[in-house]
Nanobody
Framework: QVQLVESGGGLVQAGGALRLSCAAS????????MGWFRQAPGKEREFVAT????????NYADSVKGRFTISRDNAKNTVFLQMNSLKPEDTAVYYC???????WGQGTQVTVSS
């Protein structure tokens, strides 16, 4: 079973950037569609981005399109989320996920100050 560990969160000013990483264990990572989700205080978890197993296809929520980029390195079993032009409304706990499974990491906090 795949296990996921997110990292890279922190406190940043509006307009700044962060790069999140999600390290996966397990031999099925390179064949898995991966995704990033986020959950703000008092809100439901929401979709951010997904990436195909080979990295050729990606999909984004409208709210992050043009600012966030999802990528992956299958040799390192890692998926990334580059977040640029951050806004206070991007503040949330960010989780990675094996799409179609109940496998989630513990999350990493991103806080964007105005």
């Amino acid at each position: 079973q795949v296990q996921l560990v997110e990292s890279g969160g922190g406190l940043v000013q509006a307009g700044g950037a962060l790069r999140l990483s999600c390290a996966a264990s397990g031999r099925t990572f390179s064949r898995s569609v991966m995704g990033w989700f986020r959950q703000a205080p008092g809100k439901e978890r929401e979709f951010v981005a997904t990436i195909s197993w080979n990295g050729r296809l990606s999909n984004y929520a409208d709210s992050v399109k043009g600012r966030f980029t999802i990528s992956r390195d299958n040799a390192k079993n890692t998926v990334f989320l580059q977040m640029n032009s951050l806004k206070p409304e991007d503040t949330a706990v960010y989780y990675c996920n094996v799409i179609g499974s109940a496998t989630w990491g513990q999350g990493t906090q991103v806080t964007v100050s105005s």
